[in-house]
């Protein structure tokens, strides 16, 4: 059965064993395995992948239903689950398997997926969809903590928190509690506290400067490089990054060869992309000549080797080539 995330807690501790939580908001979902449904199950709780199980079948099985004198109520927390494992937990109603809670977490699900149509209509089942954050759920979120704490903040610091935190729930609690750690004694922060303590939404993600150069957006990619601190480790992050994105453009150039629909390219692509991630890769695709990109990765493989031989002017070497890489924009700075 469906039911939504904030009404997960008027289900008592013995009335559902099999919960599916899936969506793109993976900060809610581990703030409310963490907030509500650990402190239920505080003994033996186990947490794997599902290729894990997969891989051995037969082992999770018998962790189930092989039980000793000794055994207490086991939960289980499974990661990254797909149809695959859709049988497994038919088994285990059908078995009616006892003292487990199982709870399945998986990014976003397809209409069509069996997992999905399984849980909505089986009654001893529960699935809650966890949808991205808006502003306002996330403003709800930042001024409900320093309420709680008791801490003396401005909206505009909110807003910061919100902005510099890509509108990401994970991100936004890394920040709340370096906030925490240093409002501890004074319980008051201003707008210039904030903006040293609090980090760029970028560097939480080198994704974001790759993605925007290769978009040949130079007003963002320049923000991000005026607002970065890079070092020579990271720096060669980034290359690598560049690389791994620019090697799936190939691929993604030569399967649009064969097959003009785009969007069933970028659909059957693996590694998969996600659903927000595919109008950046379009924009990519369309800027990008097959020819650029080839260029772009012997560019990129001679690269690391110059950083790792240059690394006092680490950051010069890879500034100019991001910035070369934006001549042919059409964007102004």
Known sequence: MQIKYHELKKFKKEDIDYYLLYGQNVGLIEETINNFFKPLFSKN????????????????????????????????????????????????????????????????????????????KEKTTVITAFYEDNYQSLLLMVQKFFREKKISISNEIINLIIERSKGDRININSELEKILSYAEKTNKINLEDALKITNLAENYSITELVDQNLSKNKKKTVNILNENNLNTE???????????????????KVNLEKNKNIEQVLTSSKPPIFWK???????????????????????????????????????????????????SANNTI
């Open 45 to 120: 709780i186990i947490s794997c992948d599902e290729i894990e199980i997969l891989n051995d079948v037969s082992k999770f099985e018998n962790s189930i239903f092989n039980k000793s004198f000794f055994d207490n109520e086991k939960f289980f927390i499974i990661n990254r689950v797909s149809d695959k494992i859709l049988g497994i937990v038919q088994k285990l109603i059908n078995n009616k398997a006892q003292d487990i809670k199982i709870i399945l977490k998986a990014g976003a699900l397809d209409k069509k997926s069996k997992l999905r149509g399984f849980f909505e």
């Open 234 to 252: 990271e720096n060669v992050v980034i290359l690598r990054t560049f690389l791994n994105k620019l090697k799936r453009l190939k691929n993604l």
């Open 277 to 327: 991630d595919k109008e950046i890769v379009k924009q990519q695709l369309s800027i990008l000549s097959f020819a650029e990109i080839k260029y772009l990765i012997r560019k990129v493989n001679n690269l690391e080797l110059e950083i790792k031989k240059n690394n006092q002017i680490s950051d010069q070497i890879l500034n100019n080539f991001i910035l070369e890489n934006l001549i």
